[in-house]
C-alpha cells in the first residue's frame, strides 16, 4: 500500500459490533500480508498475516480477507472491544520479505 | 514471542547535536532490523535496512550521512540522528525479522520519541 497518508481515516464502532478495516495495495508482486495494531506511543503488533495463495485466515475474533484481483485485503473483528481501540496497518511484503509497505492506517475508536 | 527493545523511549535534543537510539532483539538473532520513521497520524517510512556486518541499505530519500546506522552484532542495531533538527523529531521504530518455519514475522520496538528543540 501507499505508505503517504496526511489524515488517518476513522472508523468509529459501537461495542459489541463487528468492525471491518479496509486496505489496498500496489504491488501485485506482493506475497505475503501482515495486519498490525499501533496503540497511541507504542511500535506495532502483529495481529494476522495470510500469504498471496490464500483468500482467507482466521484468527482469534480476526478474520483477514484477501483479494488479488482488486488487490485489497480487509481485517474483520468480531465483537470489537474498547481495548481493540486503536490504529490498525496493513503491510505488505515482497523482494524475499526484505520489502514491508505500510498502508496509511485506520484509526478505530470503539465506543462503549 | 520474540520481544524487540529500543532505547531510549524518549529523547529531547537541541538542534545540532546528535542522538543515538538502540535497537535489540532480546530472545533471539536478528541478522536483519529495520528503522522506520513516523510522524503524528501517519503510517511507517521505511527508513532503511540494517544488516548484520555489512552496511545498511538505505530507501530513497534517506540521507545516510545524517541517519547512521550500525549493526555490530546479531542483537544490537543503531541509529544514529546527526546535527538533529527540528523537522527530524519524529517517532523512530525498529524492527526484526524472525523467520518461524513457514511464517516471516517482523517484531517491532516500542518506539523512541525524539522531540529536537
Known sequence: ?112 | GAVVSQHPSRVICKSGTSVKIECRSLDFQATTMFWYRQFPKQSLMLMATSNEGSKATYEQGVEKDKFLINHASLTLSTLTVTSAHPEDSSFYICSAILPQGASYEQYFGPGTRLTVT
Open chain 1, 1 to 112: 500500500g501507499e505508505s503517504v497518508g496526511l489524515h488517518l481515516p476513522t472508523l468509529s464502532v459501537q461495542e459489541g459490533d463487528n468492525s471491518i478495516i479496509n486496505c489496498a495495495y500496489s504491488n501485485s508482486a506482493s506475497d505475503y500480508f501482515i495486519w498490525y495494531k499501533q496503540e497511541s506511543g507504542k511500535g506495532p503488533q502483529f495481529i494476522i498475516d495470510i500469504r498471496s495463495n490464500m483468500d482467507k485466515r482466521q484468527g482469534q475474533r480476526v478474520t483477514v480477507l484477501l483479494n488479488k484481483t482488486v488487490k485489497h485485503l480487509s481485517l474483520q473483528i468480531a465483537a470489537t472491544q474498547p481495548g481493540d481501540s486503536a490504529v490498525y496497518f496493513c503491510a505488505d511484503i515482497s523482494g524475499g520479505y526484505q520489502k514491508v509497505t505500510f498502508g496509511t492506517g485506520t484509526k478505530l475508536q470503539v465506543i462503549p
